[in-house]
């Protein structure tokens, strides 16, 4: 005996509406069932979910995306649910940590930093999404031969930029404890940068190790998409110090 879709009034035969894909059983929602089912679920599954994405980011992050842009969608989480997700939690801790560059930094340091910089210290989440398109454009010019269009390379792109954001979300949840600003500026200017680069080598290598790019071709373009946007990033920061100072 068929039912009409709750959601679209489709006749459904099985478990699923054929037609948009709604389960053809609902839940009424009450607090037990939203922390047995939803809650739970939506963490650790949504088809393996969070926890899984997150894993696959760390472990194997060129393959997991791969997969991702090619169809394989089902088993990974949306890359804009999970920036949107870290610059909430960023957001409520944010009154309580000591994060930014620009408080780690001695008045003499602060003197010479201009708006620019004063800018990217107060808010390096921000600057990492705004990056997400530049890096995109290296990625495409330096990995065309993957032919991969340009909305391939921002999805790849976001999800590099996860990481970076997870790991400088977790600076920053230490700043609540640990107030040392030496060892702080350590972190952000020393460790972070060179995780970070490490990381977006890692990552391209192994995203586009399916693309026959010869080893050597492979690991110098790798490098060449951070390295090409360094330069930029310099190169603009001059340019804007020669203005400033006009």
Not at 105 to 115: F, H, V
Not at 218 to 225: E, G, M, Q, Y
């Amino acid at each position: 005996m068929s039912t009409d879709c709750l959601n679209c009034g489709a006749p459904v035969m099985q478990n699923y509406c054929a037609n948009c894909g709604q389960k053809s059983t609902t839940h009424r929602y009450s607090i037990k069932h939203f922390i047995e089912h939803d809650f739970v679920h939506g963490v650790w599954h949504v088809d393996k979910g969070i926890l899984f994405t997150l894993k696959s980011l760390f472990t194997r992050p060129g393959h997991s995306v791969r997969e991702y842009i090619q169809g394989k969608r089902v088993p990974y989480f949306s890359f804009i649910t999970l920036i949107l997700l870290i610059l909430t939690v960023s957001g409520l801790i944010a009154p309580y940590a000591h994060g930014n560059m620009s408080d780690l930094m001695p008045k003499s340091g602060k003197a010479m930093m201009n708006d620019l910089e004063k800018f990217i210290s107060h808010y390096p989440k921000l600057v990492l999404i705004i990056t997400i398109p530049v890096y995109s454009c290296f990625s495409l010019i330096w990995f065309r031969k993957a032919k991969l269009n340009f909305s391939e390379h921002l999805v790849l792109n976001s999800y590099r930029v996860i990481v970076e954001m997870i790991i400088g979300l977790l600076v920053s949840v230490l700043t609540i404890f640990y107030h040392n600003t030496q060892v702080l500026l350590f972190l952000y200017f020393g460790v972070l940068s060179f995780l970070g680069l490490f990381y977006s080598i890692w990552f391209y290598y192994q995203f586009f190790s399916a693309f026959n790019y010869r080893k050597i071709a492979l690991i110098l373009r790798s490098i060449l998409v951070p390295v090409s946007y360094s330069l930029l990033a310099l190169l603009l920061g001059i340019v804007y110090a020669v203005i400033a100072k006009r």
